[in-house]
């Protein structure tokens, strides 16, 4: 795809009307099924909710990518982009066996890695040291980190798929103004369908997207946040790409650091999110969603910034943005969760 904004626009709105079709179909599939995700245990819902939505984003998400290939070919890079598109369904039907029947973490965790890997040896990882190990090891933590703070933070009504949209949309308007267009093309179209997927997703959510949904946001965002190149003569270009995806970021860290604390293990379950603590505070869910919803476009808006000025002053406003975020966590960390032995978190 070249750059037009009509184009751009095309692309948004294709992408977010399948997967607005899409959804309710896989919707009613889902109900005859009885594909449902139950309540209970550290769960927040109370009543069973379909959970094969993650299936309307890939599926929306395929068919725009063919669709824009059919009317626009890209230039270059298609050899790139059928090797990752392919790893993002294998993760997605990955995350469909996890949901339907249970998987274990270490299969997941070993496919994740040969993802990371894969991108690496097709030249779609970070390049911060030149080929070699460490750029490899770097990449491969990324994509299994991202991929895996986007399922974690899929623990409240329309949270992943919005803060998806949004981190989706910010990589969109730093990609297009450097003149990346496939970049921008491919993350247009992917906050198209977490938008037009969470029209059925926020609360009171008639369906979720599992797993399945969730690994393949997670591993597109972390592969286009690497896809990110900069004309600039500074060395900054990878804290874009960490201020984008902030949100998942904090709280998969907040989890892990308060559960080491606590003695508890931070890859089992729990309602010891961020999310659950600003509820656990006071706010209904629907605001407190809205809310980290502002603070992903915020920390947009920074990594924005950050791509455009030079090197001391990215430094400077990142070190900020660190600060207020060990800050938040600290806080965040003295609201007691039901994991802590409150109440129920709703």
Known sequence: MTGGGWQYLAVF???????????????????????????????SHTDPVPYLGGLAIVAAFALTVVVAAIVRPPVSGRGELFVVLGLAVLLAFVGLLDDLAGLSPLVRLVVEVGAGLTVWAVGGGVDLFGPGVTDAAITVLWVVGITNAFNLL???????????????????????????????????????????????NFHPARIYMGDAGALFLGFMLAYLGMKLRFDAPTSTTFLVPILVMGVPIFDTTLVTVTRLHRGVS??????????????????????????????????GMVAFVVSRIDRTSAYVLTAAVVILAVLSGVLLSLVAAEDEGGEPTG
Do not use: E
């Open 154 to 200: 899929d623990n409240m009504d329309g949270l992943s798929s919005g803060v998806a949209a949004i981190a989706a949309g910010w990589l969109f308007v730093i990609a297009s103004q450097n003149g990346q267009f496939l970049v921008a093309g491919l993350a247009i179209g992917l906050a198209g369908c977490a938008i037009g997927f969470l029209r059925h």
């Open 266 to 299: 931070p890859f089992v379950g729990g309602r010891d999110h961020m999310s659950h603590r600003i509820v656990r505070a006071g706010l209904p869910v629907p605001a407190a969603v809205v809310l980290i919803y502002t603070i992903g476009i915020c920390l």
């Open 13 to 43: 709105l294709v992408s977010a009307s399948f997967s607005l079709l899409l959804t309710p179909l896989v919707l009613r599939y889902a109900l005859r099924r009885n594909v449902l995700d139950l309540p209970g245990g550290h769960k």
